[in-house]
Nanobody, 119 residues
């Protein structure tokens, strides 16, 4: 079992930045990658970014390329999502998940942290 706790969400104006964190605990040796997803009101959950724990491999959704950066701190078993140039359409609940590769499949999920971008 792996436990994931997200933090760092909040309210920000369009054009601003936020950094999300996801701390993993438990049987983290069984995971090889981490990912960030988001779910906006009335929409399905969508992939945002993925990364191997080594940081060598990353994967991004086209909608966030060039604005978001995923990174890891292996010693702390924490994955980050730096979000810059935020847009109102980035408003969502953001979830982290453990995976086999930066493209999935995904197994354990956190409970999410809410990001609201005002125009």
């Amino acid at each position: 079992q792996v436990q994931l706790i997200e933090s760092g969400g909040g309210l920000v104006q369009a054009g601003g930045s936020l950094r999300l964190s996801c701390a993993a605990s438990g049987r983290t040796f069984s995971t090889y990658a981490m990912g960030w997803f988001r779910q906006a009101p009335g929409k399905e959950r969508e992939f945002v970014a993925g990364i191997s724990w080594s940081g060598a491999n990353t994967n991004y959704a086209d909608s966030v390329k060039g604005r978001f950066t995923i990174s890891t701190d292996n010693a702390k078993k924490t994955v980050y999502l730096q979000m810059n140039s935020l847009k109102p359409e980035d408003t969502a609940v953001y979830y982290c998940a453990t995976g086999i590769t930066p493209k999935g499949p995904w197994r354990y999920w956190g409970q999410g942290t809410r990001v609201t971008v005002s125009s």
